[in-house]
């Protein structure tokens, strides 16, 4: 009888000793992460560098007549960010041939990502002023435009419109 209630306390003793490696095993807990975060704004103040009134309404066709223009964006903000810019022209006259206008990035400081966006290549820190500058031709060449529809270009409205984008530095355009 002595020898039962041994052999039975030894399986109560295996059967609680197993338990308990085998709870182990499956249980473990961590040390407390502490996750910092930062608040802050990206505000960015714009400047038009623009040629005068009369060069605008005196564009004629040609590479020599490029019409320069140029933006500047300061970081007024506390957050570095990135920025990009899209660029979209169109015609007042929407019969009028768009791929009469070139609009060529004259900023090495810029990349072309897609047919309207440029992305800045570096983070634009607090107090960082970055410009974007263009050249806008246009080319009246006997491909893009017909003799017949010429004379519509002559005092035709081109706007152009500037669309900028700032992400957190982390972040992705997609």
Not at 20 to 47: C, H, N
Request: one cysteine or more; aromatic letters at 10%; hydrophobic letters at 35%.
């Amino acid at each position: 009888m002595k020898k039962s209630i041994y052999i039975v306390l030894l399986v109560i003793s295996i059967i609680i000793l197993l338990s308990g490696l085998t709870m182990s095993y499956f249980y473990d807990k961590s040390d407390k992460i502490a996750i910092p975060f930062t608040t802050g704004t990206f505000k960015v103040e714009l400047k038009e560098i623009f040629p005068n009134e009369e060069i605008l309404k005196s564009w004629k066709p040609g590479d020599s007549n490029a019409i320069p223009l140029e933006w500047s964006f300061k970081n007024v903000g506390s957050q570095r960010a990135k920025l990009r810019v899209k660029l979209e022209g169109k015609w007042d006259d929407e019969t009028l041939d768009k791929d009469a206008v070139h609009i060529v990035l004259t900023d090495t400081d810029w990349n072309k990502k897609d047919p309207c966006y440029y992305e800045y290549h570096e983070t634009i820190k607090e107090n960082d002023e970055v410009s974007i500058g263009f050249d806008v031709l246009l080319d009246l060449n006997p491909d893009n435009i017909t003799p017949d529809n010429c004379e519509a270009y002559n005092g035709a409205g081109y706007k152009i419109t500037l669309t900028m984008e700032a992400i957190q530095v982390n972040g992705s355009w997609e």
